[in-house]
């Protein structure tokens, strides 16, 4: 067992101020793995004034020595990218392929930063003024349990790129991750000031950042209701956010689609990340006529879902992230039945042998409308809602029929006409016939998904402010 005692402040590892300590409970037995001494409102202060003060040396430096930076920290990130992706096993209970994926798109907001900054320019005449690209300053970053590495990297280097300065609160359960990731960055020997990482709660060192006068920004991956706090606390001191909020995402399956891709594509969707992704597909839309296939598609490929040890390669479903989370979507599993959809597969309860960790059945509810809650809200976890429509316009309305608007999913053997469909689905990402991420497009959400991008130009756009100079 590991205890985590220092947090980042200034270019070293210090005591904390704070003395709460936070056990790290292993989501696949729920044993006590570790523990976390948590930074409090004084240790945000103190990493707060030392990012502002290295933005003063920081925000000058030039494309060239940014680029150096981000690729130091890549190198060291890689270096150690199996033991990154074996922590995050362990103490997330993500399954070893979705960890190995998460570290590489953990590194690929290096690269991605790195490409955007060749050829961004921090200068530009518009009409007859001179209007140049300032950096913000001081960024607070919050990251989410899901994937925090994975988020800390890549915003992190946007805030580099763009010259800000960061202090950084990662999710507490995800503090073993972080230390290690923090090992990582302190070998690649930045300035000091700035990065500063700070372990907390949302409400002390989160709500602390917001609040925070000497604070430009906020970056922020996490629920809606967090997303929206933050949103009416940063407007006190008018900081700009961007907020990556949750989904309920549709994967609309047209009536010439192939099913026997489209379905395993579909589950894949619905259950990626054990199902705790703001991304994933949970709403698959189908033709009334093909019902009857889709469902003997949907319990073959179910059947062969794997629920078990995330440190297994075959391993498809891991655990939930903690008992609260496996509560969360045992309700709504329950809700769904009270609600009159038919379960398909899965249910209540834990499969057959997993009894001591967080484990999830893979749940497939039909006959299920779009009114209905299981339809409405996100439940983050294994939980697949079908729902038929009738016409191509119906579908576009039931996948618009939504508070949210993350991403979304078209599967069609004509290429031409799921483009016309997507091109009418409300939501910041929408995939045709596959799974796919490019980290140089903009990601964000449309409606209750958020406010703003991350990822390529537009990610790097978010952390400047235009000044205009008239002579």
Known sequence: MKTIDTIYVNGAFVKPHGTEVFDLISPTDNGLIGKVILGDETDTQLAVAAAKEAFKTFSQTTKEERIAYLQKLYDVVKQRECELIEVMVKEYGGTLHFCTMSIQNALSGFTSAIEVLKTFEFQKIVGKSKVMLQPLGVVGIITPWNASNGFICSKLAMSIASGSTAVIKPSEMSALQTQLLLECFHEAALPKGVFNIVNG????????LVNHRDVAKISFTGSTAVGKFIARSAAETMKRVTLELGGKSPNIILDDANLED???????????????????????LVHE??????????????????????????????????QKQYNRVQEYIQLGMEEGAELLMGGPGKPEGLEAGNFVKPTVFVNVTNDMRIAREEIFGPVLSVITYKTEEEAIEIANDTDYGLQAYVSSSDVMRAKRVASQIVAGRVLINGLYHDPLAPFGGFKQSGIGREMGVYGLEEYVEPKTILV
Not at 296 to 309: A, S
């Open 201 to 208: 709660r949302g409400d002390v060192v989160g709500a602390t």
């Open 289 to 322: 006529s093909k019902i009857a296939e889709v469902k003997e598609l949907l319990k073959e490929t179910v059947e062969q879902v794997k629920v078990g040890n995330p440190a297994d390669a075959t391993t498809v479903l891991g655990p939930m992230v903690n």
């Open 262 to 284: 489209a379905i395993p594509m579909a589950v894949s969707a619905a259950y990626m990340n054990s199902g705790q992704a703001c991304i994933a597909g949970t709403r698959l």
